[in-house]
């Protein structure tokens, strides 16, 4: 009776199989163990003759845009058609074969059920992680969660390195539905090639906002501003203007940059810069007027420090990024060492999340600053990308600049940073509206010149007092710099063996981005509070002398 039973479900399959009925299979995802909870499962449709792979979005009355699903069909067994639909009209597709780089598969000797269909396990390895596969391959249906497999036959379940698995949960016979039927329009459309297709898809997938296309950034007056691209201090701070869309909450935001010589051969500072014009007293007045416009710190050496804190009228820059540019990369690529084949440019790219509340729905003003005296200077894109929230939460966060003494406006006379000659160093009362809970201080520092003996080259420590009370004291040091000698062409020499990138510096290398300190504050209630860094700043050398750039804006919830 038994038998019997085994051989009429068996032969109902093989009648069903014939008929040409197409079966909706939906697949369940988990992490170690525990199902993970998703708003978009996948689900397969296949029949002897086709198979489409997507989402439950795909087989919905009622779809929602982007959409993207992957076909196959037996006619062509070595290709893979991707299809992405952009609304109701648009798509497009790309064809992807399944036979270059085709995974090897080993096929085991171990088999299990699952929905009561009798799978074979195979095994392979997929840029190191190990794939665990179980299939079906005598239905005369391929299918899969994923392209992976979907030549071994029906695939039941795929797990990756023990801990995730996409499984089976549900077979349902659709009848005498073609695959096809859910992408009758699309599946005529012209193709792209593939790279092409997935630079597509990949850059759908977030909001990109071209900020600086080739800007040349130089000393000199002769290139002039124009609508969005303001151009002050002889060319060496450029200044977009430019509304950004409303960020989703939990959106996270890069800034990025390109950057080559255009002439100079010279290692620069770099500094990407937001310009609050919330106040009577702004940054973007001084650049306009003169450097006179901006409130003025002394600590008793005789100089003027311009524009370096915030005051009840003024706000500080707040720097989103500051970068190195390298010995004369692209420009001095013609000085050759053997062995060694120059970078063409560098990329900076730094995340920017947590100024979310500043950027979204408003018209801003974002500065470019590289500090140079050459006529070619450098060449410089940058973009702001933004990204949909993830599972990663990220909360909205305040934000109150407190001081940045990069002298960005150092070709129109504005103080290097020398003031923690002083053994108090920098102190600043500010005055907070509100409470910040859970606060932190974002803080960048570098130290500058003095040659081999100055605080660029030699470790110096750095402390930090908020209300009196010390919160952070760190030695910022580099000793990577070595590894950016390709970027460097124009470097020089010396009788040691080392090249100048090559040498240790105060948290910053020719090349590269200097990341941000977060230092922990606790709750800092509205009202006034003071902030004080020390840096024990070493003595002027002839005509040569140390200086700190350091910016510093808390953030809180």
């Known amino acids: 009776m038994k038998i019997k039973s085994l051989f009429f479900t068996f032969w109902i399959l093989?009648?069903?199989?014939?008929?040409?009925?197409?079966?909706?299979?939906?697949?369940?995802?988990?992490?170690?163990?525990?199902?993970?909870?998703?708003?978009?499962?996948?689900?397969?449709?296949s029949n002897i003759n086709e198979t489409i792979i997507g989402t439950e979005n795909n087989f919905s009355q009622k779809k929602s845009f982007p959409n993207e699903i992957s076909y196959f069909n037996k006619k062509n067994p070595t290709i893979l058609t991707y299809i992405t639909q952009f609304d109701s009209i648009h798509s497009i597709t790309s064809n992807d074969s399944l036979i270059i780089n085709k995974p090897i598969f080993k096929i085991t000797k171990e088999t299990k059920r699952i929905l009561g269909l009798r799978c074979q396990k195979a095994t392979t390895t997929i840029n190191s992680n190990k794939i665990d596969i179980w299939f079906v391959n005598n239905i005369g249906i391929n299918a899969a969660p994923t392209p992976l497999g979907i030549n071994l036959g029906l695939v039941l379940e795929m797990t990756r390195n023990n801990n995730f698995t996409i499984k089976a949960s549900k077979i349902e016979n659709l009848k005498n539905i073609e695959p096809s039927l859910y992408i009758k329009k699309e599946i005529n459309q012209e193709a792209v090639d593939l790279l092409t297709y997935k630079d597509i898809i990949w850059k759908n997938?977030?909001?990109?906002?071209?900020?600086?296309?080739?800007?040349?950034?130089?000393?000199?007056?002769?290139?002039?501003?124009?609508?969005?691209?303001?151009?002050?201090?002889?060319?060496t701070v450029v200044v977009r203007k430019i509304k950004l869309p409303i960020i989703k909450e939990g959106s996270q935001l890069f800034i990025d940059v390109k950057e080559k010589s255009n002439g100079d051969a010279y290692d620069r500072t770099g500094s990407i810069f937001l310009i609050p014009t919330n106040n009577s007293i702004n940054f973007l007045d001084a650049l306009k007027k003169g450097i006179n416009k901006l409130p003025i710190?002394?600590?008793?050496?005789?100089?003027?420090?311009?524009?370096?804190?915030?005051?009840?009228?003024?706000?500080?820059?707040?720097?989103?990024m500051r970068?190195?540019?390298?010995?004369?990369?692209?420009?001095?690529?013609?000085?050759?060492?053997?062995?060694?084949?120059?970078?063409?440019?560098?990329?900076?790219?730094?995340?920017?999340?947590?100024?979310?509340?500043?950027?979204?729905?408003?018209?801003?003003?974002?500065?470019?600053?590289?500090?140079?005296?050459?006529?070619?200077?450098?060449?410089?894109?940058?973009?702001?990308?933004?990204?949909?929230?993830?599972?990663?939460?990220?909360?909205?966060?305040?934000?109150?600049?407190?001081?940045?003494?990069?002298n960005v406006m150092e070709m129109s006379g504005q103080e290097y940073s020398t003031l923690f000659s002083d053994n108090n160093g920098l102190q600043v009362e500010f005055t907070l509206n509100e409470d910040?809970?859970?606060?932190?201080?974002?803080?960048?520092?570098?130290?500058?010149?003095?040659?081999?003996?100055?605080?660029?080259?030699?470790?110096?420590e750095n402390t930090i007092?908020?209300?009196?009370?010390?919160?952070?004291?760190?030695?910022?040091?580099?000793?990577?710099?070595?590894?950016?000698?390709?970027?460097?062409?124009?470097?020089?020499?010396?009788?040691?063996?080392?090249?100048?990138?090559?040498?240790?510096?105060?948290?910053?290398?020719?090349?590269?981005?200097?990341?941000?300190?977060?230092i922990d504050l606790g709750n800092l209630k509205a009202g006034k509070h003071t902030i004080q860094v020390k840096i024990p700043q070493g003595k002027p050398e002839g005509n040569s002398f140390s200086y700190w750039n350091i910016s510093g804006v808390i953030i809180g919830d």
């Open 297 to 320: 710190y002394t600590n008793g050496d005789g100089k003027k420090y311009q524009g370096y804190f915030s005051t009840e009228n003024y706000s500080s820059n707040i720097e989103l």
């Open 205 to 235: 997938k977030f909001v990109e906002i071209p900020l600086l296309i080739n800007q040349q950034i130089n000393f000199s007056s002769e290139i002039e501003s124009n609508d969005s691209i303001l151009r002050f201090s002889n060319g």
């Open 14 to 45: 093989v009648i069903h199989i014939h008929a040409q009925d197409t079966y909706l299979i939906s697949y369940e995802k988990y992490s170690n163990e525990k199902k993970v909870e998703e708003k978009n499962k996948i689900k397969v449709a």
């Open 436 to 460: 910040y809970n859970n606060a932190k201080l974002r803080f960048i520092t570098t130290g500058h010149g003095g040659w081999e003996n100055g605080d660029e080259f030699v470790p110096k």
């Open 323 to 406: 970068f190195f540019t390298p010995f004369g990369i692209n420009k001095f690529n013609h000085i050759p060492i053997k062995n060694i084949n120059w970078q063409n440019e560098v990329d900076y790219r730094q995340e920017i999340s947590e100024f979310q509340t500043l950027l979204s729905n408003q018209e801003v003003y974002i500065g470019y600053f590289i500090g140079n005296y050459d006529g070619g200077g450098h060449i410089i894109s940058s973009n702001l990308t933004i990204h949909p929230p993830s599972k990663i939460t990220l909360p909205i966060q305040k934000t109150f600049p407190i001081f940045n003494t990069v």
């Open 465 to 518: 007092f908020v209300d009196n009370q010390k919160v952070f004291n760190i030695i910022p040091w580099r000793q990577d710099c070595a590894s950016y000698r390709t970027y460097n062409p124009a470097s020089g020499n010396f009788d040691n063996g080392l090249s100048s990138s090559d040498y240790s510096r105060s948290n910053w290398c020719p090349g590269t981005i200097t990341n941000p300190y977060y």
